[in-house]
């Protein structure tokens, strides 16, 4: 059974910071690239970051560029996001997906997801 389990969301104050963990399992990591969402209330999914198993490949959104570092630990199968000098407009819940990738490096495209996992909420308090 395909498994991405998110975790590290909260409450936290502008500034502060947090690291998400998405937990997978169930299929071949190696062969995926991990990608974060976020959805904020009233708008469409965000494609924020990802990463590719593969390469090390990561992409990021120019909203979260420079506050956010994406990372992968290929033997736990598990991808981090650290999230530092939170904004309120951060405050979403966050998703990460997977995408079976053929080539090689990332981009978090909605619809080319294979996988989903059920997020986690992140309020950024201003």
């Known amino acids: 059974e395909v498994q991405l389990v998110e975790s590290g969301g909260g409450l936290v104050q502008a500034g502060g910071s947090l690291r998400l963990s998405c937990a997978a399992s169930?299929?071949?990591?190696?062969?995926?690239?991990i990608g974060w969402f976020r959805q904020a209330p009233g708008k469409e999914h965000e494609g924020v970051s990802c990463i590719s198993s593969s390469d090390g490949h990561t992409y990021y959104a120019d909203s979260v560029k420079g506050r956010f570092t994406i990372s992968s630990d290929n033997a736990k199968n598990t991808v981090y996001l650290q999230m530092n000098s939170l904004k309120s407009e951060d405050t979403a819940v966050y998703f990460c997906a997977a995408e079976r990738r053929s080539g090689y490096g990332c981009y978090p495209a909605y619809y080319d997801m294979n996988y989903w996992g059920k997020g986690t909420l992140v309020t950024v308090s201003s």
């Open positions: 169930g299929f071949t990591f190696d062969d995926y690239a």
